[in-house]
C-alpha cells in the first residue's frame, strides 16, 4: 500500500500544499565529493508541489541550510562571462537609478564572490554583501567588496539596520528561491529598506521550466519556483507591492521582480502583461503542472534511451558543465559514469572531485579536447552560446552536442 503522504503547509502563507512531481532520493546538487571520500552521502526527497491558496510551487522538503550553503560551497558566479557583464549591467543600472541619491546604500543577499558588487565598490558606493558560504565571501572581499558571512534573515538585517541605517535597495539574484524561510527574510527586508526603498530579486521562472519541461531547475537549492502571480501574492502577504517585472535571457529564463512598500511607486504595465500572459496560459492550473511532470517523464526516457543507444553503438559520451541542475537530471534519470564517462568543468573547486549522488568524475575543460568525445551532453544549457563560442574546435572535429532542454535531441 502506497505511503500516505504528511500534509505539506506553505512556507508563505500556511496553506496546503499539494505534490504534482516527485524527482525521488537526491543529493544535495553542490555536494562534490573527494574520490577517497568514504563519508555517508546525504540524500533527501525532491518533490515539488503548489499551494492551493497563494499559488507558490515549492519543495515539499526543505534541506537544512548549513549543509547546502558552508565554506565549501563550490559555485563561483563569476565563471561565466554573460553573467560577468550581466551583473556589471545590473549593478550600473542602480547606480543611475535608485542609488543616484546622496549617501546612498545598497544590500545585496547571496553576494557570491562579488559578481555584482565588484561594480559598485568600484564606483564608490556604501555597499554590504550576506554571503554565508565562506570561500566566495573571501574571493568578493578581495575584489574591494564588504561581506558579512551570515545568513540574511529578521535579526542579522535588523543589526545592520541598527548599525548602517537604511538602504535604498535591497538586491539578490538566484538566492530569493534558494530560501525556504521567506517570512523572515521579509521582516529583515521591512527593517532595513528604506521607506521608499526597493526589494529587488531575479530568479528561474516557473513560465521558462514550463515552456521548456526544463525540471533540472528543480533541486534542493531551488525551494521555490516563482511567478508573478506567486511573488505578487507573497509580496502582498508582506505588506509589499510588486511593481515591475522584467524577463531576462539569463540560467534558461529568469524574471526579475520589483518590490516597493504598498502604495508606494506605480506598477509598471509590465506587471499586468505578466499576470495576463500567466493567466492565458493557465500556468498557475493544477492541470499545466501535471502536464508538465508528464513532460519529464518524457524528457527522461527519451534521454536514457539516447545514452544507452550510444553505448551499445561504442560511442564516446561525456558531459559538459557540472551544474547543480545535472544533479537531478543524472539522479532522477540514474546516469552514472556508465553511460557519461566524466563532466568537465571550468571551477576548479569542483575538478578532480565527482559528481552527488552518481560519482561522474570531474575533469577540467583541458581534458575535453585531450582526445574530443564523439558527443558531449550539455548540462550548462544555460550557457550554451558561451560553451559552445568556446568549444568550437569540439564540432569541426566531427563532435556532436547532446541537449535534453526543451526536448532530447543531438544539435
Ligand atoms: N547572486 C549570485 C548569482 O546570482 O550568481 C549567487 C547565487 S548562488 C546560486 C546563491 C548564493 O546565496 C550562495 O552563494 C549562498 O551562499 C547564498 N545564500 C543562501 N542563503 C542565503 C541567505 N539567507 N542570505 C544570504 N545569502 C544566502
Ligand atoms: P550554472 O548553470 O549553475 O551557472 O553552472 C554552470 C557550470 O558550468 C559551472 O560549474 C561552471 C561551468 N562552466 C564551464 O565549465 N564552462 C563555461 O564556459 C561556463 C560558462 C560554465
Ligand atoms: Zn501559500
Known amino acids: 500500500m502506497p505511503r500516505e503522504r504528511a500534509t505539506v503547509t506553505c512556507r508563505v502563507c500556511d496553506g496546503t500544499v499539494h505534490e ?29 508541489g503548489q499551494c492551493e491558496s497563494c499559488t507558490m510551487v515549492q519543495l515539499t522538503e526543505s534541506v537544512p541550510r548549513d549543509k547546502m550553503f558552508h565554506e565549501d560551497y563550490p559555485y563561483h ?50 555597499h554590504l554583501g550576506f554571503e554565508p558560504s565562506g570561500r566566495v565571501a573571501e574571493l ?12 540574511f534573515e529578521d535579526s542579522t538585517a535588523a543589526r545592520i539596520r541598527e548599525a548602517e541605517g537604511p538602504a535604498q535597495v535591497i538586491f539578490a539574484a538566484n538566492t530569493m528561491c534558494h530560501i525556504p524561510y521567506p ?20 530568479d528561474p521562472y516557473l513560465g521558462d521550466l514550463v515552456e521548456k519541461t526544463s525540471f533540472d531547475q528543480i533541486y534542493d537549492e531551488h525551494f521555490f519556483l516563482f511567478s508573478a502571480h506567486s511573488v505578487r501574492a507573497m509580496a502582498e502577504h508582506h505588506g509589499f507591492e510588486l511593481v515591475d517585472v522584467e524577463r531576462l535571457p539569463v540560467h534558461g529564463g529568469e524574471v526579475r521582480y520589483t518590490l516597493a512598500r504598498t502604495g508606494g511607486r506605480t506598477p509598471s504595465a509590465a506587471v499586468a502583461d505578466l499576470l495576463a500572459e500567466e493567466d492565458a496560459r493557465g500556468l498557475s492550473d493544477m492541470e499545466t503542472l501535471r502536464g508538465f511532470a508528464a513532460g519529464v517523464m518524457r524528457v527522461r526516457d527519451d534521454l536514457v534511451a539516447l545514452l544507452r543507444r550510444l553505448r551499445t553503438e561504442g560511442s564516446s559520451v561525456v558531459a559538459y558543465g557540472a551544474t ?4 537531478t537530471v543524472t ?3 540514474d546516469i552514472g ?11 576548479p573547486a569542483k575538478q578532480h572531485r565527482m559528481t552527488p549522488g552518481k560519482h561522474i568524475p570531474v575533469r577540467p575543460p583541458t581534458a575535453f579536447r585531450d582526445p574530443y568525445p564523439d558527443y558531449a551532453l550539455l548540462f550548462a544549457w544555460n550557457h550554451a552560446d558561451e560553451i559552445m563560442a568556446n568549444e568550437q574546435e569540439f564540432r569541426r572535429s566531427g563532435g556532436r552536442w547532446i ?9
Open 140 to 151: 568578493a572581499r578581495t575584489k574591494g567588496v564588504r561581506v558579512l558571512t551570515e545568513f
Open 403 to 411: 541537449s535534453y532542454v526543451p526536448n532530447v535531441r543531438v544539435l
Open 331 to 333: 539522479n532522477f534519470c
Open 337 to 347: 559514469p556508465e553511460l557519461v564517462s566524466y563532466v568537465c568543468d571550468s571551477t
Open 324 to 327: 547543480a541542475k545535472s544533479a
Open 183 to 202: 517570512n523572515s527574510v521579509f521582516r529583515g527586508v521591512d527593517a532595513l529598506l528604506a521607506p521608499d526603498g526597493v526589494f529587488v530579486f531575479e
Open 20 to 48: 504534482f512531481l516527485d524527482l525521488g532520493r537526491q543529493p544535495l546538487s553542490d555536494a562534490f565529493r573527494e574520490p577517497d571520500c568514504d563519508t555517508e552521502e546525504f540524500f533527501f526527497r525532491l518533490a515539488v
Open 77 to 126: 558566479s563569476s565563471g561565466s562571462a554573460v553573467m560577468r557583464e550581466h551583473f556589471a549591467g545590473v549593478a550600473r543600472r542602480f547606480l543611475a537609478t535608485e542609488l543616484a541619491a546622496p549617501d546612498p546604500f545598497i544590500v545585496e543577499m547571496g553576494c557570491n564572490d562579488g559578481v555584482m558588487l565588484s561594480t559598485i565598490h568600484q564606483a564608490g558606493v556604501r
